[in-house]
């Protein structure tokens, strides 16, 4: 039984339950079934996947199986005194049942026979703080699975010119095993397909322009860059990031409005949690500055905002294949892998991203010329938090962060938006004004860069033929291997 995230924990107890109550095991035979039967993958370091329950709730509403886990602790606690020499300290801190709230995951991490993130760096990151203590009393139970997409949904059954061009270049292999998608570097320098793969994305993005219009009523320059955050709306994964950047190129271009200036349309799709206020305000932000550019068609020439409702996968099949640019820009040490990147990068999108999740394997798998990699790294970013970071003393000494703000605090269409700019400027949880100057500096190498077709189409294949590690073959191989020990 494998766990994904702590939202199915309640599993174990129940479990443990069925075993004593039903079957008339003793504990130790029941206990003994439960930690060769589980896993557990921990898919976030964020507070929605590391659960923690009111102890008089589940009292109240499940009274036998809080007893199981009142059991399972102080069995566990008392374990954990003899191996650690009795250091309360620690054992208090791995307790299942702390401070009147019974703690998901450290229930997961007592019960399961492996222990994994979701990337080389996430899986680095719970050894190191979230788990540590775990990692420190059962080192070999923790793992790494990196994710994996279904590649064959996200190229063959949602980008036919791509898959017809490999099909061309490389035989049909790659239908059934995506590492020969590695096939495809050798025509890295070969003109006439670096034009042929220029075709199928100009295609792609015309097909998705058509829909927007459709279902928009906005027109899209399918000759400028399309550019694209699609993901949850969630302030780690910095959308309002994205969002300043775009509002200091409309300022720069409000001042220069003959500038030289690579167009660019900002494609946005997301969803909020519902009780999420910050995350809708983002969304009503982003949607604004799409609504103001377009009352300026000459500059909307150059600089577009789109904000597609009602995001999914249907949607996405369609948006993928015509992305150019991939925004992955969650502060670093917050996101543990993520998929998007993924499907974006097998569909030849170029990676925005932070050394963050999986884009320390795409990094790997492109190399240092194939991928824009700004901002802080982990290491960085919690010296900074140790050493105490100040955002009131960014927004006070840099002109251009200070000309965003107050755009957001003018109005942008006709709505102020306060309390985004305050939570920026008095708090800025995820660091964006720390790396605002390495991503305004990295989206001006890209669009320099989008200049020379060639070098960009060659960019862009050698992403395509890089992306087979990334099947969730792959991944389901691994787990079969190492964790579920079926092969």
Known sequence: IHINDTHPTLAIPELMRILLDDCGYDWDKAWNIITNTFDYTNHTVMAEALETWDVDLMQ???????????????????????????????????????????????????????????????????????????????PDAFKNVTNGIAYRRWLLASNQGLTN???????????????????????????????????VKLANKQAFAKYVYNTTGTKLNCNGIFDVQVKRLHEYKRQQLNAMNIIADYIYLLNNPDADFVPK????????????????????????????????????????????????????????PASEISEQISLAGTEASGTGNMKLMLNGALTMGTYDGANVEIHEAVGDDNIFIFGMSTPEVNQLKAEGYDPEKIYNSHAVIKSVLEKMYKGINGATFEEVANSLRHADRYMCFADFDSYRGTQAKASETYK????????????????????????????????????
């Open 265 to 320: 349309t900002y494609i946005f799709a997301s969803k909020a949690a519902p009780g999420y206020y910050m995350a809708k305000q983002i969304i009503k932000m982003i949607w604004c500055i799409g609504e103001e550019l377009k009352k300026n068609p000459k500059l909307n020439e150059k600089l577009a905002v789109v904000f597609l409702e009602d995001y999914k996968v249907t949607l996405s099949e369609i948006l993928m």
């Open 60 to 138: 109240r509403i499940l009274p036998r199986i809080y007893a199981i886990i009142v059991e399972i602790n102080n069995r566990y606690c008392a374990h954990l005194m003899e191996v650690t020499g009795g250091d309360s300290e620690k054992v208090t801190r791995m307790s299942i049942i702390l401070d009147n709230r019974v703690k998901m995951a450290n229930l997961c991490c007592a019960a399961s026979s492996s222990v994994n993130g979701v990337s080389k760096l996430h899986s680095e990151i719970i050894k190191d703080s979230v788990f540590h203590d775990q990692y420190t009393v059962t």
């Open 165 to 199: 061009l490999l099909t061309e270049c490389i035989g049909d292999g790659f239908k059934k095993d995506a590492s020969k998608l590695a096939d495809f570097k050798k025509f890295a320098t070969d003109k006439s397909v670096l034009d042929k793969l220029a075709a």
């Open 452 to 487: 020379d077709k060639y070098l960009w189409n060659k960019m862009s294949l050698i992403n395509i033929a890089s992306a087979g590690i990334f099947s969730a073959d792959r991944a389901v191989t691994d787990y079969a291997r190492d964790i579920w020990k079926l092969i």
